[in-house]
């Protein structure tokens, strides 16, 4: 492999920067939600990478479980959305603010 | 240049520009599809670090069935229904863009002092690999992090029983006035008609 580590490592950054910025600036809990799986492979990309780089499978074995565990926290997250949309017709985040303090 | 090389640089910058698509787009269908194209993309990029599991993993569980699911609840909440634009706190959005800036600048200074942009991966990751990836990822999940494994699967359990009782709607409880209103209107036939 002659791309250099650090390229991936940057490109994983640059992609969990954006997946932030979705979380931070929309208002739609679906599209939060999906910025929330940039940042999950953003950061199973580095995993990846670093695993490569130290020569050992480790790291792709936790970026493995992550997936699986990106899984499970998908299909509840979408229950969650699906719960609240039938509760107040609307995924607005602004909207659900019952507990906010 | 080599091969790897080129590859990287077609679809680094893709990866890129599918997020940027799916931040801006106003549409929760549109912004879905551009995240396929950036999983795809990352499913690249693990092809390019030696790990073709990992590759096609991504492919069916991300791009494939988690993709599906989103597009799912999307037509089922319905899609032609964009949301007002009212920004409640206006300091949030600017501060996330210099936030997120600030974190890329950061990110690049301590790769540069860190890792450094030309260390190249040592080569010695064939023999870590051998036979090949996923007889040798299998010999490291099913022996060193077998236990793990295990919870994983009570994990997944967990998740489909929690998301069947989630997303059920309850039949709705009856109360006792309820009932006895019932009893009283079945024991008196007529008395909803009122006064004839």
Same mark, same amino acid.
């Given at each position: 492999?002659? =791309?250099?580590?650090?390229?991936?490592?940057?490109?994983?950054?640059?992609?969990?920067?954006?997946?932030?910025?979705?979380?931070?600036?929309?208002?739609?809990?679906?599209?939060?939600?999906?910025?929330?799986?940039?940042?999950?492979?953003?950061?199973?990309?580095?995993?990846? @990478?670093?695993?490569?780089?130290?020569?050992?499978? =480790?790291?792709?074995?936790?970026?493995?479980? @992550?997936?699986?565990?990106?899984?499970?926290?998908?299909?509840?997250?979408?229950?969650?959305?699906?719960?609240?949309?039938?509760?107040?017709? @609307?995924?607005?985040?602004?909207?659900?603010?019952?507990?906010?303090? | 240049?080599?091969? !790897? %090389?080129?590859?990287?640089? &077609?679809?680094?910058?893709? #990866?890129?520009?599918?997020?940027?698509?799916?931040? /801006?787009?106003?549409?929760?269908?549109?912004? +879905?599809?551009?995240?396929?194209? %950036?999983?795809?993309?990352?499913?690249?990029?693990?092809?390019?670090?030696?790990?073709?599991?990992?590759?096609?993993?991504?492919?069916?569980?991300? #791009?494939?069935?988690?993709? *599906?699911?989103?597009?799912? /609840?999307?037509?089922?909440?319905? /899609? !032609?229904?964009?949301?007002?634009?009212?920004?409640?706190? $206006?300091?949030? $959005?600017?501060?996330?863009?210099?936030?997120?800036?600030?974190? &890329? /600048?950061?990110?690049?200074?301590?790769?540069?002092?860190?890792?450094?942009?030309?260390?190249?991966?040592? !080569?010695?990751?064939?023999?870590? %690999?051998?036979?090949? %990836?996923?007889?040798?990822?299998?010999?490291?999940?099913?022996?060193?992090?077998?236990?793990?494994?295990? &919870?994983?699967?009570?994990?997944?359990?967990?998740?489909?029983?929690? &998301?069947?009782?989630?997303?059920?709607?309850?039949?709705?409880? *009856?109360?006792? +006035?309820?009932?006895? #209103? +019932?009893?009283?209107?079945?024991?008196?036939?007529?008395?909803?008609?009122?006064?004839?």
């Amino acid at each position: 492999m002659r =791309t250099p580590v650090a390229y991936f490592l940057l490109l994983s950054g640059i992609l969990f920067a954006l997946g932030t910025v979705g979380v931070l600036t929309r208002r739609n809990a679906l599209l939060i939600f999906m910025s929330v799986e940039l940042q999950l492979n953003a950061v199973n990309l580095s995993l990846v @990478s670093f695993s490569r780089m130290h020569a050992d499978l =480790t790291g792709q074995v936790l970026a493995f479980f @992550s997936m699986v565990v990106a899984a499970a926290e998908v299909v509840v997250g979408l229950a969650i959305i699906v719960a609240l949309f039938r509760r107040r017709s @609307s995924i607005d985040v602004d909207d659900a603010r019952e507990l906010r303090w | 240049m080599p091969l !790897d %090389n080129v590859v990287f640089w &077609v679809f680094a910058p893709i #990866a890129v520009a599918s997020a940027i698509g799916m931040l /801006v787009m106003r549409s929760a269908v549109h912004a +879905a599809l551009f995240l396929v194209v %950036n999983l795809f993309c990352i499913a690249v990029m693990y092809l390019l670090l030696d790990a073709p599991f990992l590759f096609a993993v991504q492919i069916v569980v991300y #791009a494939g069935a988690i993709m *599906v699911l989103f597009l799912f /609840v999307i037509m089922l909440l319905g /899609v !032609d229904s964009p949301l007002p634009i009212r920004e409640r706190l $206006r300091v949030q $959005r600017p501060l996330a863009f210099a936030l997120a800036a600030g974190f &890329v /600048v950061e990110l690049f200074v301590a790769l540069r002092a860190g890792v450094g942009f030309a260390t190249r991966a040592p !080569d010695g990751f064939d023999l870590v %690999n051998a036979p090949d %990836n996923t007889q040798a990822l299998a010999e490291v999940l099913f022996r060193d992090y077998f236990f793990p494994f295990e &919870v994983t699967s009570v994990l997944l359990i967990i998740a489909a029983v929690a &998301v069947m009782v989630m997303a059920q709607r309850k039949a709705r409880a *009856v109360t006792q +006035a309820e009932s006895d #209103a +019932a009893a009283a209107t079945m024991a008196t036939p007529g008395a909803e008609e009122g006064p004839a």
